[in-house]
């Protein structure tokens, strides 16, 4: 950005608009504090209170709500982010709770049906208990740590997104689904969903196909290659130095460096997956996408 006033100017117009910006994740990490003090206290305490506990969080988070709608900028659409792969489609409600549209996309039944549970079915935060962890006797530290019991959700969906939130899901394989959208869609969010292609052009050719110019790509994720141990399928695996100038052709890197993170299993357990994900943030250029593979499903 340079230096002198204009760039000290220029810098703090940025954080202007920063903070705008920011003030969804700073309101949902608020709200959150205040679910958990909520939860902690006693009945004993909630009496003294002479409160009733959720209708007046619920009362907090309408007005949270109008204060989103109010900062996000003018009245035209919000922004159109799909999120294919996307598991119990926690990305996508986090888009749509930070003022985004959002569209989930995934083509396993076990996570359409867990999604429709959390999303639809769920009426108050950790309103379910499960035990994921009993029938897993390897590396446990304590004696009754497999029977530890985990409350899903963390939040209720219902009651966190307004009326007018723009969650969808789209059952089907990605490409299949996607194919004819072009230029449909602002951006896109992948989370550990890349390297569940059997041919990764054909993912990235996509992608490139149905984001518009000036739209934003944001990936996290390692590059395991789902289908890598499949006997009979197909699987391409290339690295990331070899796919990088692939997606270069469509997109400008705006960010791009590597995160630790942790996928799944028991974390208090004596076994952890670590990954060293590749994490980028990247424009859409004007190239078309252009070119064929072979079908691979
Ligand atoms: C490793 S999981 C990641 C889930 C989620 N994004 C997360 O980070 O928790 C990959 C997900 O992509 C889904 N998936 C894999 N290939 C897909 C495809 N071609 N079309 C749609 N979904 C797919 C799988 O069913 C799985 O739920």
New binding site residues.
Partial sequence: MGDGPDAAEKSHFLEVCYSFLEYGTDAFYDLGRMQDTIQSLDKDDQAMWKVPPLPWYSEIQRRVQVNLDFLRPGKGPVPAILC????LA??PFDLVRLGYAAQG????YH?LLGTHLILNRSEKAECFNIFPFVLTLANRKGRWDHLRCVKVPDVCPVEALGPAAQLSMAAG???EVYKTQESAWDGMAT???LD?AKNVFLYIRTIAYIIRKGGIWTNLGPLLYHYADVPHEISIELSWEEVRPYICQYFDFVEEEEKVARYTGNAEGLSINRYRCIFFVARRNGKPAEGHSNPVF
Avoid: D, Q
């Avoid at 294919?84 to 598991?87: E, L, N």
């Avoid at 996309?105 to 396993?108: A, C, K, V």
């Fill in positions: 294919p792969g996307c598991g926690r990305l996309n995934e083509f396993s996570m394989e990605f490409v989370c550990f969903f569940t």
